[in-house]
């Protein structure tokens, strides 16, 4: 499996389990590619996510210093998720942006979990 297609489906199995922050799926990926120089990894999350969101597969979520999660509408969720801030850790009275597994992201994982 080539690296863009591994930080896409590591990205979209985790956004079907739960809801996670952006700089979540960068660490997700520094566990799978330790080899990767950090800011070429961080492209390929950025481009993984960028892919899932326009194949409506994630939708993009803000979660504000309250924990309360918003949907970012559809016309926006691109830029977001193109923000540098987008992707930092969350601190104390900052938005967190996440992605969330769509019904379409689910029923692609599941197909391609099942057995040959």
Do not use: F
């Not at 409506?56 to 969720?77: F, K």
């Amino acid at each position: 499996m080539n690296r863009r297609l591994e930080a896409e489906r590591a990205a979209l199995d985790g956004a079907c389990e739960d809801s996670i922050g952006l700089y979540e799926v960068d660490w997700m990926l520094n566990s799978n590619m330790p080899d990767v120089d950090p800011i070429e990894r961080r492209q390929l999350a950025r481009d993984a996510v960028k892919s899932l969101v326009l194949r409506g597969l994630v939708d993009v979520l803000r979660r504000g210093s309250d924990g309360v999660e918003l949907l970012v509408q559809p016309e926006h969720a691109l830029s977001t998720v193109s923000s540098e801030a987008a992707w930092r850790v969350p601190g104390h009275g900052r938005e967190e942006i996440l992605i969330y597994g769509t019904d379409a992201g689910l029923k692609l994982l599941l197909r391609s979990d099942r057995p040959h």
